[in-house]
C-alpha cells in the first residue's frame, strides 16, 4: 500500500531542502548546548519536515522529556524518534510497508506479500501481534485505504505499548493526489485524528504528541492512553484548532 510522491519543480524541492537543513541545524544545536540534553548521544536529521531522531536513552522520564522538547522546534511537522532504551532497540511496526520500510529493522505488515513483507495479513481484521509489542507503529500513506478506520486504529492501540507512539503520515485531503488515486477510501486531514482523542463508545482513546499539516501531507504522532488519563483540554486545543 505504500505510496511515493513525486514533485516536478526544482525551485520546491530546493526550497524543502534548504528549510530540512536550517531545522536540522537548530536542533542540533539546540540538543548540544541545552544542559538537559548536551550529555545524550543522538542523530537528528530532518526530512520532509519530520525529525528522524535515533539514539539511546537511560530512562522512560528521560524518552518522554525529549519527545515534547523536540516537538518545540518550529517547522516540523512531526518527529520520528526511534529512541532505545537501556540498550534495548526500540521495536518497530510498520503498517501496509509495501516494498519500502521506513526503518531496516522494523517488522513490516501489509496486505499482499511484496518483498521484504515480513506479515501478511488482512489490515481490516485482526493484526497479528500479542498486546504491547511495538515501540513504534509506522502508518505511511495506508489509513486512506482503510475501509473500517476506528478498527484499525484499535488494533493499533492494543499492540502498542503504552510508551509507544503512532506515526502517521496520509494525503491532504485538499491535495490532488487524495482524490487521483480510486483505491483511497476517504479523505484524511488533522482534525480526523481528534475524534481518537475524546472519549467515545467502542473508541479507545489516543493522546496527540503533535499534528501538522503540509500542502500536500497531513502528519499525525500519537500515543495510546492505556489507564492514564485522558487528553486535557489543552492538549486538544494545541494540536486541534
Not at 524543502?16 to 537528528?44: K, Y
Request: glycine share 8%.
Amino acid at each position: 500500500m505504500a505510496e511515493r510522491q513525486a514533485c516536478f519543480d526544482p525551485n520546491f524541492l530546493s526550497s524543502r531542502q534548504l528549510r530540512d537543513e536550517a531545522i536540522t541545524a537548530e536542533l542540533r544545536d539546540t540538543l548540544a548546548h541545552d544542559s538537559r540534553t548536551a550529555g545524550l548521544d543522538l542523530n537528528v536529521v530532518v526530512r520532509g519536515g519530520v525529525a528522524h531522531v535515533t539514539g539511546e536513552v537511560a530512562t522512560e522520564e528521560q524518552r518522554h522529556f525529549l519527545r515534547g522538547f523536540l516537538r518545540r522546534q518550529a517547522g516540523l511537522f512531526a518527529v520520528w524518534d526511534l529512541l532505545g532504551l537501556q540498550g534495548r532497540q526500540a521495536e518497530v511496526l510498520d503498517i501496509g510497508c509495501g516494498e519500502t520500510k521506513q526503518v531496516p529493522w522494523a517488522v513490516g505488515l501489509d496486505s499482499q506479500p511484496y518483498p521484504g513483507v515480513d506479515y501478511v495479513s488482512d489490515l481490516e481484521m485482526r493484526l497479528p501481534f500479542e498486546d504491547n509489542s511495538f515501540d513504534n507503529i509506522f502508518a505511511v500513506h495506508v489509513l486512506e485505504h482503510i475501509r473500517d478506520l476506528v478498527g484499525l486504529m484499535r488494533e493499533i492501540h492494543r499492540i502498542l505499548r503504552p510508551t509507544g507512539v503512532l506515526h502517521v503520515l496520509a494525503p491532504n485531503w485538499r491535495f490532488v493526489n487524495a482524490v487521483a488515486d480510486p483505491t483511497h477510501c476517504r479523505f484524511m486531514d488533522v482534525q480526523t485524528f481528534k475524534y481518537f482523542c475524546s472519549a467515545r463508545p467502542g473508541v479507545l482513546p489516543w493522546r496527540p504528541l503533535s499534528t501538522g499539516a503540509a500542502e500536500d501531507n497531513i502528519f499525525a504522532d500519537m500515543q495510546p492512553v492505556k489507564g492514564g488519563p485522558m487528553a486535557s483540554r489543552e492538549e486538544l486545543a494545541r494540536w486541534f484548532l
